[in-house]
């Protein structure tokens, strides 16, 4: 009987890698964050709030207005409303950063599947030669994401909530964005003064 040749070989256990590859390098994730809470805020009772930023420099900037909508949706799901164009009983200021974490670089996940294809004469054989790397073998740069929020009683300015949360890793803050508000809003406002280590998803 003729053997395929060498190269069908090979596309054939390509094609049956593939799917392993796509498995392996598109999981769903979850980020580890560090949530710190401290409140005198009664449960919701569907007040008005504006969201608003720290920094009034970002206010009208593309960035703080995708994070706004993030931290927004959050308020309304908890038992705030929007402000309906009045002013709100209640202000939302948050505020976040990046910054190089010590220690300097991540060198990530890495992994890899190997498979060979030879043949010869009358007899072929599976070894070692083709390989396919998963992941980045390269040290990352890692970093501190960092969000902050503040509610505000706009009628006297009194701070009601203030909360904080980080976490650690190579991946930039707007990716990581939905993880760190989903941490914050876990079990919100929280108890005051605690702070927790929470698995958040987007």
Known sequence: MKLFPRM?????????????????????TSIISDVTR?????????????VVALDPTLQNSL???????MVGQ?????????PDGVPSLLIARIGYGLQPSEGGRDSGPR????????SGG???????????????????????????LEIIRRSDGVRLYEGRVSSRGPESLPLTMPYLVNALFQD???????????????
């Open 8 to 28: 069908t070989w090979r596309l054939c256990i390509l094609l049956l890698l593939l799917p392993l590859t796509l498995a392996l390098t598109g999981c769903s």
């Open 38 to 50: 401290f409140h005198t805020l009664a449960p919701p009772a569907a007040e008005t709030i504006e």
């Open 63 to 69: 960035e703080f207005g995708q994070y706004a909508e």
């Open 74 to 82: 959050q308020l309304g799901r908890v038992g705030y409303r929007p």
């Open 111 to 118: 992994s890899s599947v190997g498979i060979g294809v030879g």
């Open 122 to 148: 009358r007899h072929s054989s599976v070894g070692v030669g083709i390989s396919l790397p998963l992941g980045n073998a390269e040290p990352r740069q890692s970093y501190i994401r960092l969000l902050s």
């Open 188 to 202: 919100f406002p929280g108890e005051s003064g605690s702070s927790s280590r929470v698995k958040a998803t987007p």
